[in-house]
């Protein structure tokens, strides 16, 4: 005997066992159980939710000569006939090869015919969307005015495609996404009666690829299943069947990452390659996580929503107070943008590790995304005591002891920041323009040309122009405002004075800006680096 599929197997035969829908299975049973059906139905969902499954089951519980609960027997001739697929009663027809006119007309003329047994004639056209426009108007009228015996359930996983026509002539139906636990408690029952053993977190992850499908979910688990048949299916066993990396590993690459370790970030991927893992996967887990460590680092009480391990999350917890809000989201916009991009390319590889170098080195980036990064990184090689006017290749050597050549060294020294800026104020100056952003109107408008700089006695001065803008934050309960969204930035209770620059001097002559001593250590950055570059490309 031919082996069946676990997805057709395990069909649901009756709405008691639906998995995740109960908010459609309760209707339908409640309108078969008052004698209120309708004519027709659209059924639209992702794959695998349970659109064709519900509509045989209401095709049967229709027909059916003695329901029970709203819910076919499964016992009697009409249901045997139905399960078996010989039923003269319900038929079902694919869209995506029969979408013309002439096969449209074909049922109309059908639909004339009474059913020789049972009460209603039940169509289900399963991909609807596939239809020619001409074959949706031969549809019209016949499935506004059916005969009382003639049911139509249209089902489509792209409702945005059905003409507006033919939706108002339907009773619309929303198939949701079924949950990680009910897709994981769905496997256990079936492998319990297969007899498969089969790890928690194996099933687990599982459930979370299948991505709200239940038929995906069975498939990868029969793809397991023979791979290692006769085996317990471990959790390892399962991400190499799957071509999938352990969240291990992105931990690993988030570390680096940070560091700015080109070469051990591309150690990482090389790894991947060699292992065989699906690249186009491989990004997608990667943006998941880095989604994860956001929400852990934005909230308490997440662990529920993020569905990971304990183990996972505690290394997510600590990986949290390494990096700041700004530097993750900028990864994952990075990440997202690489993950459209692969599907269609060409060389996969190098286009992934164009984006790790790109993430290892923000001072690649000309856009103020990456500006709080690259701040970051340049206070991390202060306090490491790396001076900046010098080239990491101009370290080497004198660490070495040798000369300096004339290659390595930079070619003037820039403006460093005034040792006299505290740090609370430093920390709001590195993100200036995102805290700005978080004003609110008219707020933000006035801000448009402030800049932040420094009292004498160290405190946070913000420059505004005279006229609107300096009246503006002279009204009452403003400053204090400002103040406190600046201080949110700086995680510490910042005092900041409104400055008004006066339109006949130079401003920055007297108020020096911050930003711009900032940028200009930036662009001393990008300089060491283009020089070390520069000096590679000779060898």
Not at 17 to 46: M, P, S, W
Not at 94 to 122: C, W
Not at 444 to 449: I, S
Not at 500 to 527: C, H, K, W, Y
Request: hydrophobic share 40%; proline share 4%.
């Amino acid at each position: 005997m031919s082996y069946t599929a676990l997805y057709r197997k395990f069909r649901p035969s009756t709405f008691e066992d639906v998995k995740g829908q109960e908010h459609i299975v309760t209707t339908l049973k409640n309108q078969i159980k008052a004698e209120r059906i309708g004519h027709a139905y659209l059924f639209c969902g992702t794959r695998g939710t349970g659109k064709t499954t519900i509509a045989k089951i209401f095709a049967k519980s229709v027909n059916c000569e003695n329901p029970v609960d709203g819910s076919p027997c499964g016992e009697c001739s009409v249901c045997r006939a139905i399960a078996a697929g010989a039923s003269m009663n319900v038929i079902e027809i694919d869209a995506a090869s029969n979408n013309g006119v002439d096969n449209i007309r074909e049922i109309v003329d059908e639909v004339s015919y009474s059913p020789a047994e049972g009460k209603y004639k039940v169509y289900i056209i399963d991909e609807v969307h596939m239809l020619s426009k001409g074959a949706f108007n031969a549809l019209l009228k016949t499935l506004e005015e059916p005969p009382s015996y003639v049911i139509f359930i249209l089902a489509t996983t792209e409702v945005h495609a059905i003409p507006i026509t033919i939706l108002s002539r339907c009773q619309r139906y929303d198939f949701k996404r079924i949950t990680i636990d009910t897709i994981s408690s769905r496997i256990k029952e079936l492998t319990d009666i297969e007899q498969v053993n089969i790890e928690d977190k194996a099933i687990r992850y599982i459930a979370k690829t299948a991505d709200g499908s239940m038929r995906d979910a069975l498939s990868l688990l029969d793809q397991c299943i023979a791979f290692h048949f006769g085996q317990e299916l471990t959790y390892d066993k399962v991400l190499d069947v799957l071509g999938a990396v352990d969240t291990e590993v992105f931990s690993r690459l988030l570390r680096v990452i940070l560091q700015g370790d080109v070469s051990g970030a591309i150690g990482i991927l090389e790894e991947m390659v060699v292992q065989g893992r699906e690249l186009t996967q491989f990004v997608s887990d990667f943006a998941w996580y880095l989604r994860n460590l956001l929400l852990i680092k934005s909230s308490d009480g997440i662990e529920d929503v993020i569905d990971v391990s304990t183990e996972n999350l505690m290394r997510l917890k600590e990986e949290a107070k390494m990096a700041e809000n700004d530097t993750i989201m900028r990864y994952i916009r990075v990440i997202s943008e690489l993950s459209g991009q692969i599907r269609y390319a060409a060389q996969k590889r190098i286009l992934i590790e164009v984006n790790l170098i790109k993430l290892c080195r923000p001072a690649m980036e000309t856009d103020t995304g990456s500006l709080a990064d690259r701040i970051r990184q340049l206070e991390e090689k202060v306090e490491q005591g790396v001076p900046m006017n010098v080239s990491p290749q101009m370290l080497k050597e004198l660490q070495a002891g040798g000369s300096v050549s004339t290659a390595t060294a930079v070619t003037a020294p820039k403006a460093p920041l005034p040792k006299a800026i505290p740090e609370d104020i430093k920390n709001v100056v590195s993100r200036w323009s995102v805290a700005l952003s978080e004003a609110p109107n008219p707020m933000k408008t006035y801000l448009k040309t402030a800049y932040p700089s420094l009292s004498n006695d160290g405190k946070l001065l913000v420059v505004v122009q005279d006229g609107l803008p300096s009246d503006y934050f002279k009204q009452p309960g403003h400053r204090e405002d400002l103040q406190k969204i600046l201080s949110e930035y700086a995680g510490k209770e910042l005092e900041i004075i409104i400055q008004t620059s006066d339109d006949g001097r130079n401003a920055q002559d007297i108020f020096p800006d911050l930003t711009r001593l900032v940028s200009e250590t930036i662009n001393m950055e990008i300089e060491e680096i283009e020089a070390e570059e520069g000096i590679e490309d000779e060898f």
